[in-house]
């Protein structure tokens, strides 16, 4: 845990606690109305001095005020509770190394980490079917078929092999690509950048789901 989570976390549980008291507080004052004030003041004469002087001095408050900083430090823990976004940045050397043109200092990748794209393929069909995508720009599925022909002069087709570009929306820092494909489905990863994958099937894909992330 970072010193900055510390604190974060040592200001929530402070804020929680002193919620906690002066709800304490608000239902004290409630308490006081209900039984009466001049009753629990004769009480409290009995006991030790300074104990009447506090009660006296909480009871005499009203009940607006530890309701509102009750209600205030609600409001600034569920503050310091709320999603974080956190921006990754990348140097420049780094971001040159990826293919990024930039003058210097750092460039924000916007947290971009993980990409992700899951396609199916119907039995004949060279356009797939959506099923999943995270921070995806745009896909082309591309299915070419190799053909010859016999000494007879037929033509026949000797065979399909599929492209998949994958486009990304934010540039990613990841250095590990991951194909999922059924069994017997071979492929080969042709090119990878900051900002696009490119996996060629050795053959058509039919009735299969594709799965192309980066890490």
Known sequence: MTPSEKKTLLARVIGWLLSVIFFMWTGFTFLMDWVGRSTALEDFQQLQERLPAILEWLYQTPWYVPAGLAALLSAVVIWLNR?????????????????????????????????????????????????????????????????????DGEEITMGTTTALWVMYDKPVTAANVRVRVPAGLGYEIKDFGPRHVIVLFLRMPSNATVEVETY
């Open 83 to 151: 999603p974080q976004h956190r921006i990754s940045t990348i140097t420049t050397d780094e971001a040159r190394r990826l293919g990024l043109d930039v003058p210097g200092g750092t460039v924000d990748v916007g947290g971009a980490q993980k990409t992700s794209l899951r396609l199916f393929y119907r039995d004949g069909d060279t356009t797939p079917d959506l099923v999943s995508q995270e921070n995806l720009f745009r896909y082309y599925s591309l299915t070419f078929l190799t053909k010859g022909v016999r000494e």
